[in-house]
């Protein structure tokens, strides 16, 4: 028995509506979830549910996790209501999808038809899209560990993915994902994916994933802090290697290829933002010359400093001093991301979107090799 679950928010219900039908419509699958609260596709599934003979639901988001109340409670209430129901294969996909098609769900289907336990969608992204996932989440994976699949795999945030059988449970009663109600949660079920040994198949979409994208960074600031404590405070043992596949990556289609992730204009003005109570002294306790810098940042505007290096000593030091909730240590993160995510558009994505991805994979390798030193 095969079931989608759609978490879904603030998304236009008749999108919504679009992509349960998709599912509905797909005949690997037998039951569809809209995970959310919405009149509009509350009234819209019973068509749904009778032109397709598949079941459909509306499912509010059950309060589960100890963050704040978001996407991971709504992924945390499919994962208890699939083991509940005995539910063999689960998939998850964003709400906001605008190119959900079967492949999708094929595909990764197909992939649980050869034995895979997990399957997660890869797709390219424009140059200065996944700048949490480059930035953030695969640094912190390559320092943590190193010698596994965790920092190569594609999209370890990616919304999009598919668990089958025992995994399904394994992931749902991991205490580190129930917790996660905030955008935490994309990164624990990969960790916990790996960690409980299970094989892992990435799916590659080559038409991309095209959905809503970012004003300035500032709409970011709390995935930002949300998904760096995840990836900070997982545990440090090393996962085991696991069976790994990946799809032959396809050439990113032209319009990716010259699509901005985020206005740089809107951004900018973000690095003098005023500072907050305490975070003069988490500059202060950073190393080097990187005080001087931040305080000529905020002032000029000067990214320049903010390059891989520098940017992996600031990791180290905010995986051992960050606490989520701090409104110092979340100022001053979000600042540096911001320089260092302007940094890497003007060096790197002015030398063209091949160049640009080609350095953000050279990044994480050389965290890669970087291992010894300490990270929470
Ligand atoms: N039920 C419910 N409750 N759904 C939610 C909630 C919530 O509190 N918050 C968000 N969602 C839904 C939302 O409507 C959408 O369908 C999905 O979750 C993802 O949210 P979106 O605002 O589209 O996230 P965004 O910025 O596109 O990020 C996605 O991709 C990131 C990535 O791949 O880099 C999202 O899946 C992230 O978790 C992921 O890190
Ligand atoms: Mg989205």
């Known amino acids: 028995?095969?079931?989608?679950?759609?978490?879904?928010?603030?998304?236009?219900?008749?999108?919504?509506?679009?992509?349960?039908?998709?599912?509905?419509?797909?005949?690997?699958?037998?039951?569809?979830?809209?995970?959310?609260?919405?009149?509009?596709?509350?009234?819209?599934?019973?068509?749904?549910?009778?032109?397709?003979?598949?079941?459909?639901?509306?499912?509010?988001?059950?309060?589960?996790?100890?963050?704040?109340?978001?996407?991971?409670?709504?992924?945390?209430?499919?994962?208890?209501?699939?083991?509940?129901?005995?539910?063999?294969?689960?998939?998850?996909?964003?709400?906001?999808?605008?190119?959900?098609?079967?492949?999708?769900?094929?595909?990764?289907?197909?992939?649980a038809d050869l034995g895979y336990q997990a399957v997660r969608h890869t797709f390219p992204r424009a140059a200065t899209d996944a700048m949490i996932t480059w930035m953030v989440t695969k640094p912190?994976?390559?320092?943590?560990?190193?010698?596994?699949?965790?920092?190569?795999?594609?999209?370890?945030?990616?919304?999009?993915?598919?668990?089958?059988?025992?995994?399904?449970?394994?992931?749902?009663?991991?205490?580190?994902?129930?917790?996660?109600?905030?955008?935490?949660?994309?990164?624990?079920?990969?960790?916990?994916?790996?960690?409980?040994?299970?094989?892992?198949?990435?799916?590659?979409?080559?038409?991309?994933?095209?959905?809503?994208?970012?004003?300035?960074?500032?709409?970011?600031?709390?995935?930002?802090?949300?998904?760096?404590?995840?990836?900070?405070?997982?545990?440090?043992?090393?996962?085991?290697?696991?069976?790994?596949?990946?799809?032959?990556?396809?050439p990113a289609p032209e319009t990716l290829r010259s699509q901005t992730g985020y206005s740089v204009d809107r951004t900018r003005p973000l690095l003098a933002s005023p500072l907050a109570s305490g975070e003069a002294e988490v500059i202060a306790s950073l190393p080097g010359a990187i005080p001087a810098r931040v305080h000529r940042m905020m002032t000029t505007g000067d990214v320049d400093y903010l390059d891989e290096h520098v940017w992996w000593e600031i990791l180290l030091v905010a995986s051992e001093g960050f606490t989520l909730g701090d409104p110092a240590w979340e100022s001053l993160l979000f600042r540096l991301w911001t320089g260092r995510v302007l940094n890497y558009t003007h060096t790197h994505v002015s030398r063209g979107y091949d160049a640009a991805l080609a350095y953000l994979a050279g990044t994480i390798r050389s965290y890669q090799t970087n291992s010894g030193l300490s990270v929470k």
């Open 1 to 111: 028995m095969s079931t989608v679950a759609f978490p879904f928010k603030e998304e236009d219900p008749d999108l919504v509506l679009a992509n349960v039908a998709v599912a509905a419509s797909n005949s690997r699958i037998d039951m569809v979830w809209a995970v959310g609260e919405s009149e509009v596709v509350s009234a819209g599934v019973p068509a749904i549910a009778m032109a397709t003979g598949t079941s459909v639901e509306v499912i509010p988001d059950s309060r589960i996790g100890i963050f704040r109340p978001g996407k991971g409670d709504a992924m945390n209430t499919a994962l208890r209501r699939a083991v509940a129901d005995g539910v063999d294969r689960i998939h998850f996909y964003d709400a906001d999808i605008t190119n959900f098609d079967h492949g999708w769900i094929d595909g990764a289907e197909a992939a």
């Open 140 to 250: 912190m994976l390559a320092m943590k560990y190193p010698g596994t699949v965790l920092p190569t795999i594609g999209q370890p945030l990616g919304g999009e993915l598919l668990l089958v059988g025992d995994a399904i449970e394994a992931v749902a009663t991991s205490p580190g994902v129930s917790a996660r109600s905030d955008w935490g949660i994309d990164t624990l079920p990969t960790h916990a994916m790996v960690a409980s040994g299970r094989s892992l198949y990435e799916h590659h979409v080559s038409a991309g994933k095209s959905h809503s994208l970012y004003g300035s960074l500032d709409e970011l600031k709390t995935m930002l802090v949300e998904c760096f404590d995840a990836v900070a405070n997982l545990p440090d043992d090393q996962p085991p290697e696991v069976d790994h596949a990946r799809e032959d990556e396809s």
